[in-house]
């Protein structure tokens, strides 16, 4: 009997439910005619997509491989257990825990594992560059505990460690992350470590945006300097959306402790399947070739960017994500997203350091290459997305929707020749 898979369901699903058949249907399309670039978001291998979709997510596993509280576990074992063991070798750590839901909830493990409320966290600061979980003002994490928050220098754009370490000297954080969601250049993890010991403070890498890239040797790696890592699985990594945990063995059981039963329930365990499937993809020659295409298409896009007078914050970047703020071109980050988007180009809005507009309008646009990668895209066809953009945000400014409409029809033309696992769904 062969395997049923998620592709065989979506035939069923055209039948028992055709208007989510058809939204999804116009999701892949969609997602098939633009130019995705924004650098959080990837495109699944097939394998992915179909371990998403298969019988794994009827069943529940509270509990670890082998200490479970329901029946049932022989086969939902092993395939937790070979994503753990695929997680380690790929990362070379002591420890994992794939069962996090997603990024937040597997932050939030970790102040329930190593933190009493009210004791003092040091993340970056949100508009700087870092995460909600690393102790922002309107997260959990900024109204149960103490926090204080990094900057980066308002001339270079990058961490100043000396600042970091300033600050850890003055306030004694229990705990310190480095990492975030808008930081264009590679992060010292030796130095944060040094801080870390000397302030005698946990040091937590968040390395959700760059796991794929260390993974494949694209960036350097946190293991050895940051005794806890914590990472989403759906963004370089390119696996299913989720999240994992790792460790020395030293933190391993109060972050088990903290997943479950601290914060969660079941783990989803189609999650599980298409993250250990992600992290065979991972392990592979083409996985490292493609981390290192992420890299070299994001610089050649800063460089077409920065040639048609883009402002990049840095002034480029080393890893996948590019920063531009759009003072100089006398737009905001939002119309100018919202006329990109129209013309087939897809990014998101984002604050630059030391914004002097409001996180809902701001200055910035944030874009990255890992979904363009993963289509075949090279640093030959940079050069045309900077065009492309340039052309749209100034025709964003003018209104000029029809404008618009001719660069969304080329952009249309263009991705053809680039597809996408699991669009059209056969
Ligand atoms: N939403 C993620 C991102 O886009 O970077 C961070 O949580």
Redesign the pocket.
């Known amino acids: 009997m062969t395997q049923r898979t998620g592709l065989d369901l979506a035939a069923r699903l055209a039948d028992a439910d055709p208007e989510i058949a058809r939204l999804i249907e116009a999701e892949g399309r969609r997602q098939f005619e633009k130019i995705r670039l ?4 990837n495109y699944v291998s097939q394998a992915v997509l179909e371990a998403t979709g298969t019988v794994l997510t009827n069943k529940y596993s509270e509990g670890y491989a082998r200490k479970r509280y329901y029946e049932g576990q022989q086969i939902i074992d092993e395939v937790e257990e070979l994503a753990v063991a695929r997680a380690k070798e790929l990362f070379g750590v002591e420890h994992a825990n794939v069962q996090p839901y997603s ?2 909830p597997a932050n939030l493990a970790i102040y329930l594992a190593f933190m009493q409320p009210g004791d003092t966290v040091m993340g970056m600061s949100l508009p700087m560059g870092g ?2 979980t690393h102790g922002w003002s309107v997260s959990a994490t900024g109204k149960w505990f103490r926090s204080v928050q990094y900057s980066v220098g308002r001339e270079t754009g990058r961490v100043d460690l000396d600042e970091v370490r300033e600050i850890a000297r003055a306030e004694r954080p229990k705990l310190i992350f480095c990492g975030g ?2 930081i264009p250049r590679l992060i010292d993890f030796e130095g944060y470590a040094e801080i870390a010991r000397e302030v005698d403070a946990l040091l937590v890498a968040d390395i ?2 760059i796991a794929g890239l260390i993974a494949g040797g694209a960036h350097p790696s946190p293991v050895g300097h940051a005794p806890v890592i914590s990472t ?1 699985t759906h ?1 370089t990594l390119r696996g299913p959306r989720g999240a994992m945990l790792m460790s020395d063995q030293e933190h391993a059981k109060p972050l088990d402790r903290a997943v479950f039963p601290g914060l969660q329930g079941g783990p989803h365990n189609h999650t599980t399947a298409a993250i250990a499937v992600a992290l065979k993809e991972a392990a592979t020659q083409e996985f490292t070739a493609y981390a290192g295409q992420i890299v070299e298409n994001a610089k050649a896009l800063a460089t077409a960017l920065i040639e048609r007078g883009f402002d990049l914050v840095s002034g480029g970047t080393d890893n996948h994500l590019i920063l531009v703020d759009l003072t100089n071109k006398d737009v905001g980050g939002k119309p100018a997203a919202k006329a990109l988007d129209r013309a087939g180009i897809e990014l ?1 809005y984002n604050t630059v350091p030391y914004d002097t507009r409001k996180p809902f309008d701001p200055s910035g646009i ?1 874009i990255g290459t890992p979904a363009v990668t993963t289509r075949g895209l090279t640093p030959a066809h940079m050069a045309q997305i900077a065009a492309w953009m340039d052309e749209a945000v100034e025709a964003g400014k003018k209104d000029d929707g029809e404008a618009l409409d001719r660069i969304a029809a080329d952009v249309r033309d263009f991705t053809k020749a680039f597809p996408i696992p699991g669009w059209p769904a056969s």
């Open positions: 924004i650098p959080s978001e990024g937040s995460h909600l969601t808008a959700a945006h989403t963004k998101n944030r």
